[in-house]
């Protein structure tokens, strides 16, 4: 019963790394989000997925890269980190249509 | 045009009060409209929903009450218990590509 389940729970890097966070779903689910919570802010979407292998960009696409090879896997990428993107990333899957997104528990990113 | 305005940002309410938070948009588009709780650590999980064809939903001590010419919808938690204590996120469905735009969200703390 795992639903969304995301790696890493927790990442310091610093700026100009590079990394992948990874994101799994069990249940079959078509769409596939990227969210980042930032205090005051809400959650803000990044990219989101319709489908295996399309993407599209979100509220807040820049410095972010996204990849949906399979249906259950979606990754984000970040090139070159920046301290503006240390914030806490959200992973969430739904079925088409339906505002019933399903999230994992967070990836916490500090860029120093 | 596509904000969800919600407030307040913090509440604190006793044990056995009503916790009543406000959110308010302008796209008359939206389709729907859901309320998400988070514990601290954890991703938002759907706590409840609405049309707006109904007025009101009701599912246990959790209410959304819907004002569709004032374009305002609020959750009403009734009997507060310590266990209500979270982050309360409202949502709002745009129905041309089904994304959801959040409120900023409002962090609950119910007192003993």
């Known amino acids: 019963n795992a639903g969304v389940t995301q790696t890493p729970k927790f990442r310091v890097l610093k700026t100009g790394q590079s990394m992948t966070l990874l994101c799994a779903q069990d249940?079959?689910?078509?769409?596939m989000y990227w969210y980042r919570q930032d205090p005051g802010m809400g959650l803000r979407l990044i990219h989101y997925?319709?489908?295996?292998?399309?993407?599209a960009k979100g509220e807040v696409p820049d410095g972010y890269n996204v990849s949906r090879l399979k249906k259950q896997n979606f990754l984000l990428g970040l090139e070159s980190a920046a301290p503006s993107q240390t914030s806490v990333y959200f992973c969430?899957?739904?079925?088409?249509?339906?505002?019933?997104?399903?999230f994992g528990e967070g990836s916490r990113l500090t860029v120093l | 045009q596509q904000q969800v305005k919600q407030s307040p940002q913090s509440l604190i309410v006793q044990k056995g009060g009503i916790s009543i938070i406000n959110c308010a948009y302008e796209?008359?588009?939206?389709?729907?409209f859901p309320w998400y709780q988070q514990f601290p650590g954890k991703g938002p999980a759907l706590l409840i929903a609405?049309?707006?064809d109904v007025s009101e939903k009701k599912e246990g001590r959790f209410t959304i009450s819907f004002n569709k010419s004032a374009k305002q919808f609020s959750l009403h938690i009734m009997d507060s218990q310590p266990g209500d204590s979270a982050t309360y996120f409202c949502?709002?469905?745009?129905?041309?590509?089904?994304?959801?735009?959040w409120g900023a969200g409002t962090k609950l703390i119910i007192k003993p």
């Open positions: 609405i049309r707006p």
């Open positions: 249940m079959n689910h078509e769409y």
């Open positions: 949502a709002a469905r745009t129905g041309s590509n089904y994304q959801l735009i």
């Open positions: 796209n008359t588009a939206f389709d729907y």
């Open positions: 997925s319709v489908g295996e292998g399309t993407t």
């Open positions: 969430a899957s739904s079925r088409p249509g339906l505002a019933e997104l399903f």
